[in-house]
């Protein structure tokens, strides 16, 4: 059974920074794409940011381009997203994905799905 834990999350003020870990266990922890979604409140689920765990290869929504960091420790079976400079824009409910179905990657089309960990930035 496939398990993506979720862990980081808090509250900050704007311009601190948080680093989300997401543990996966049961799962084959080989080539693929892993990622981070976010859901505000009265907003649509966006794909924030992705990685390639066979190679390294990430890609970043615009509105976190500079400022957040996708990166994965194989030994570990955990991804990680290192968040900087936040804004009160940045909060919502952070959840991590695994193994990429096909279509672009920000859809959302991902076999497994975290729990989510909330993130909370007050200005």
């Known amino acids: 059974q496939v398990q993506l834990v979720e862990s980081g999350g808090g509250s900050v003020q704007a311009g601190g920074s948080l680093r989300l870990s997401c543990v996966a266990s049961g799962y084959t922890y080989g080539s693929n794409y892993m990622g981070w979604f976010r859901k505000a409140p009265g907003k649509e689920r966006e794909g924030v940011a992705l990685?390639?765990?066979?190679?390294?290869?990430?890609n970043y929504a615009d509105s976190v381009k500079g400022r957040f960091t996708i990166s994965h420790d194989n030994a570990k079976n955990t991804v990680y997203l290192q968040m900087n400079s936040l804004k009160p824009e940045d909060t919502a409910m952070y959840y991590c994905?695994?193994?990429?179905?096909?279509?672009?990657?920000?859809?959302?089309?991902?076999?497994?799905w975290g729990q989510g960990t909330q993130v909370t930035v007050s200005s």
């Open positions: 990685i390639y765990t066979g190679g390294g290869g990430t």
């Open positions: 994905a695994a193994e990429l179905l096909g279509g672009l990657w920000s859809d959302g089309h991902f076999s497994y």
